[in-house]
């Protein structure tokens, strides 16, 4: 767990070792660091009911996935 407000996502230790871009979510599976929501959700959900086989649903979960990170997450999450 990073605290944001004490700035512990831009520390050379996290920036170096965690995520570059000084961002969370991060997922962290072992030592691998996995940054960017998406890929987190992508990640845990690989193999599930929750990613659809046929073609075009599976685009479409990507096209609510993308919507959410370019239109919802800038507008509405990081103005907490």
């Known amino acids: 767990s990073y605290d944001i407000q004490k700035g512990e996502t831009r520390t050379a230790a996290f920036l170096d070792g ?3 871009n000084g ?3 991060v997922l962290q ?7 960017e929501s998406g890929a ?9 009911p929750l990613i659809p086989h046929d ?4 685009a479409d979960m990507l096209h609510w996935m993308f ?3 370019y239109n919802h997450e800038p507008n509405v999450a990081t103005l907490r």
């Open 18 to 20: 965690v995520n570059p």
């Open 55 to 58: 073609r075009f649903d599976r």
């Open 67 to 69: 919507w959410e990170q």
């Open 23 to 25: 961002r969370i979510p």
């Open 29 to 35: 599976i072992g030592d691998d660091y996995l940054p």
């Open 40 to 48: 987190a959700c992508l990640y845990l959900a690989d193999g599930s």
